[in-house]
């Protein structure tokens, strides 16, 4: 098998991602066949020993990964190993699959619908990160039925251990032959987020608890034929529909919630353009040898400005002299000799008080 990268053989042998990986790599816990490894050495699965942390890690030496869709039902825990003893939902696979599959994200005990297990670490990191925006589809079925300003609250976000919740879409489920909406309804939501009982944390701050909770799709992917307890491979053509839906932003993560709000407020204001400047004479100035818009416009109000000042010129100058009231000047002596003094003998043209300018 060809050399490939090694913190893309660690991320497909765990549930590391490539970065966290390279971390690994960095701190020097990663070695290949007995030696420290580096960033960008490459490796050959089957052939060289790559262990993290004195572990060896079992890489598959194929690209094609395995990839299980388990319908997991009530009283199960989605880990590989539960510390109290109680059941887990590698239990429910055949022993050739509970050393290989890890479960991505974790539905709680009383819990039931969709599960994904694989052994494609990359694929598990951006399935579960919100980043990805793997948008999780659940049935819930509440007590009583929330009013319009608690749909809403869902909707835009309930503050949860000091964080607020991202954007949900809350829709109802007709469910035959329920028609008693006081005791209990069902509801779908889809978020992207993965907290520890999100959904029953976020039903019960609007006074409706959850009485029962379902996941019934994984992005793109779903089995509503699927039975309980039951699992199958997910297909290729179903991997590759499912991978082509995780992108960074995209619109699990947030994206579609800030496009739309966006749209609501309009579209983004034109760029203000600024006047050209203006040279001596009032001539206009261009940095481009193209004459922007409205530069005409702005050239004839120049030239309307000037024919306004020439017009009140005009205007003063048809005007009768009037007698002023100001104070004739006194003719200077000698015709402007030498300049008058004040009475400390001081020169009012700046000179200094008590003396006189010598000629």
């Given at each position: 098998?060809?050399?490939e990268?090694?913190?893309?053989?660690?991320?497909?042998?765990?549930?590391?991602?490539?970065?966290?990986?390279?971390?690994?790599?960095r701190?020097g816990?990663?070695t290949?066949n007995?030696?420290?490894?580096?960033?960008?050495?490459?490796?050959?699965?089957a052939?060289?020993?790559?262990?993290?942390?004195?572990?060896?890690l079992?890489?598959?030496?194929?690209?094609?990964?395995i990839y299980?869709?388990?319908?997991?039902?009530?009283?199960?825990?989605?880990?590989?190993r539960?510390?109290?003893?109680?059941?887990t939902?590698?239990?429910?696979?055949?022993?050739?699959?509970r050393?290989t599959?890890?479960p991505?994200?974790?539905?709680?005990?009383?819990?039931?619908?969709?599960?994904?297990?694989?052994?494609d670490?990359?694929l598990?990191?951006?399935v579960?990160?919100?980043?990805?925006g793997?948008?999780k589809?659940?049935?819930?079925?509440v007590?009583?039925?929330p009013?319009?300003?608690?749909?809403e609250?869902?909707?835009?976000?309930?503050?949860?251990?000091?964080?607020v919740?991202?954007?949900?879409?809350?829709?109802?489920r007709?469910?035959?032959?329920?028609?008693?909406?006081?005791?209990?309804?069902?509801?779908?939501?889809?978020i992207?987020?993965?907290?520890?009982?999100?959904?029953?944390?976020m039903?019960?701050?609007?006074?409706?608890?959850?009485?029962?909770?379902?996941?019934?799709a994984?992005?793109?992917?779903?089995?509503?034929?699927?039975?309980?307890?039951?699992?199958?491979?997910?297909?290729e053509?179903?991997v590759?529909?499912?991978?082509?839906?995780?992108?960074p932003?995209g619109?699990?993560?947030?994206?579609a919630?800030?496009?739309?709000?966006?749209s609501?407020?309009?579209?983004?204001?034109?760029?203000?353009?600024?006047?050209?400047?203006?040279?001596r004479?009032?001539?206009?100035?261009?940095n481009?040898?193209?004459?922007?818009?409205?530069?005409?416009?702005?050239?004839?109000?120049?030239?309307?400005a000037?024919t306004?000042?020439?017009?009140a010129?005009?205007?003063?100058?048809?005007?009768?002299?009037?007698?002023?009231n100001?104070?004739?000047?006194?003719?200077?002596?000698?015709?402007?000799?030498?300049?008058r003094?004040n009475?400390?003998?001081?020169?009012k043209?700046?000179?200094k008080?008590?003396k006189?300018?010598?000629?």
């Open positions: 098998m060809a050399h990268r090694l913190q893309k053989l660690m991320a497909r042998a765990s549930t590391w991602s490539r970065r966290q990986a390279e971390e690994l790599i701190d816990r990663v290949v007995g030696l420290v490894a580096s960033i960008g050495q490459q490796a050959d699965p052939v060289d020993a790559v262990k993290v942390n004195g572990q060896r079992h890489i598959p030496t194929s690209v094609v990964g299980v869709l388990l319908n997991k039902p009530p009283g199960y825990v989605s880990t590989r539960d510390p109290e003893g109680r059941p939902v590698l239990d429910l696979l055949p022993s050739r699959l050393e599959v890890r991505v994200g974790r539905l709680d005990f009383n819990t039931e619908g969709l599960l994904l297990l694989t052994d670490g990359e598990a990191n951006q579960a990160h919100p980043r990805f793997c948008v589809s659940y049935e819930v079925k007590k009583g039925s009013d319009r300003a608690a749909l609250r869902l909707r835009t976000g309930i503050k949860l251990e000091g964080k919740t991202a954007p949900a879409r809350v829709e109802t007709r469910v035959r032959g329920s028609r008693d909406l006081s005791t209990n309804t069902w509801w779908t939501i889809a992207n987020e993965g907290r520890t009982r999100q959904i029953r944390e039903f019960f701050r609007v006074g409706h608890p959850v009485q029962r909770l379902r996941r019934v994984i992005g793109s992917l779903r089995d509503p034929a699927l039975k309980l307890g039951s699992w199958r491979m997910v297909t053509e179903e590759e529909r499912l991978t082509a839906g995780l992108q932003g619109v699990g993560s947030g994206g919630a800030r496009a739309k709000e966006r609501d407020r309009g579209a983004k204001p034109a760029p203000v353009t600024r006047a050209p400047r203006t040279g004479g009032g001539t206009l100035k261009f481009t040898g193209e004459r922007p818009e409205g530069a005409s416009t702005r050239s004839s109000g120049a030239r309307s000037s306004r000042a020439d017009g010129k005009s205007t003063n100058a048809g005007k009768t002299n009037r007698p002023s100001k104070r004739p000047r006194r003719p200077k002596a000698d015709g402007g000799g030498a300049p003094t009475q400390r003998g001081g020169n043209r700046g000179g008080p008590g006189r300018s010598r000629d």
